[in-house]
């Protein structure tokens, strides 16, 4: 399975993006997706989850009421609107497929996530 992102880019403060996450090889399925961000030289955060129903959304308390996390399963396709951006976003952005061996409570550690896709930059200038 692979999984490719884009959408990234350079943007002012302030200003909005919208990421994309094509999946192949295989349908969403069940699966919980989600993004993840890593500035130069930090860690990978957690920034949002959706279930494969988008009943249940899970955000960073640092991109909530920001951003919105999205899924199209008849494009096998998963989005990330990011709005009111801040020099603070500036990371790279990567989707991820959740590894089904953890709980539905465990979601915020890049150990718990797998199939990650190349990732797409995303910058913005103050």
């Known amino acids: 399975v692979q999984l490719q992102a884009s959408g990234g880019g350079l943007v002012q403060d302030g200003g909005s993006l919208r990421l994309s996450c094509t999946v192949s090889?295989?349908?969403?399925?069940?699966?919980?997706m989600g993004w993840f961000r890593q500035a130069p030289g930090k860690e990978r955060d957690f920034v949002a989850a959706?279930?494969?129903?988008?009943?249940?959304?899970k955000y960073a308390d640092s991109v909530r009421g920001r951003f919105t996390i999205s899924r199209d399963d008849t494009r096998n396709t998963l989005y990330l609107s990011m709005n009111d951006l801040k020099p603070e976003d500036t990371a790279v952005y990567f989707c991820?497929?959740?590894?089904?061996?953890?709980?539905?409570?465990?979601?915020?550690?890049?150990?718990?996530?797998?199939?990650w896709g190349q990732g797409t930059q995303v910058t913005v200038s103050s």
């Open positions: 090889g295989r349908s969403f399925g069940r699966n919980v």
């Open positions: 991820a497929a959740k590894d089904p061996r953890y709980s539905s409570s465990a979601y915020r550690g890049s150990h718990e996530w797998k199939d």
């Open positions: 959706i279930t494969w129903t988008g009943a249940s959304i």
